[in-house]
């Protein structure tokens, strides 16, 4: 229900990151990795300077997804793209979402992005604005490739891509 709610808020003509920052925590609910990443430390990377950076991280501070303590960090261009669970693209960066879908191929990695059309090219959930309202995208063909299991939960609030 409250994963609903946030979609009806109005969006805003600059992103609200803080909205951001609570959907992509309450995706970790709804969505279920394989059993070889849920140990260790649940890892988040942000891709680029985007201001989501520091919302999410204030947002996540001791939380957690099950019994994995949830580590927001910068993405760099030496790490391990593999070694994420979600790795967020912003718009500015959006031309490294092929680079990095091709990276994480047939790996437990969710990518979100936040440009129209980006669900068709790689990612698996893409933040849209749609009549003047918060809306995701989710491409379950690319999620399902990367053994990432979406509950109906949150597919019937989504626009689905295929």
């Not at 440009?115 to 009549?131: E, P």
């Amino acid at each position: 229900m409250f994963l609903l709610s946030l979609f009806k808020v109005q969006a805003q003509h600059e992103t609200d990151y803080t909205i951001q920052a609570n959907l992509i925590y309450r995706f970790t609910k709804y969505i279920d990795w394989p059993a070889n990443k849920k140990s260790g430390d649940f890892n988040i990377g942000i891709v680029g300077d985007s201001p989501l950076y520091d919302d999410l991280k204030s947002f996540m501070n001791n939380k957690t997804v099950d019994n994995q303590k949830i580590v927001v960090t910068k993405v760099s261009g030496s790490d391990s793209y593999t070694n994420y669970h979600i790795i967020f693209i912003s718009e500015e960066n959006s031309g490294s979402l092929k680079k990095l879908a091709a990276l994480t191929a047939n790996s437990p990695v969710l990518i979100i992005t936040e440009y129209n059309g980006l669900a068709n090219k790689g990612s698996c959930i893409n933040f849209i604005t749609l009549n003047n309202r918060l809306k995701i995208e989710i491409n379950k063909n690319n999620a399902d490739q990367r053994s990432l299991h979406i509950a109906s939960e949150l597919l019937d609030l989504a626009i689905i891509i295929k």
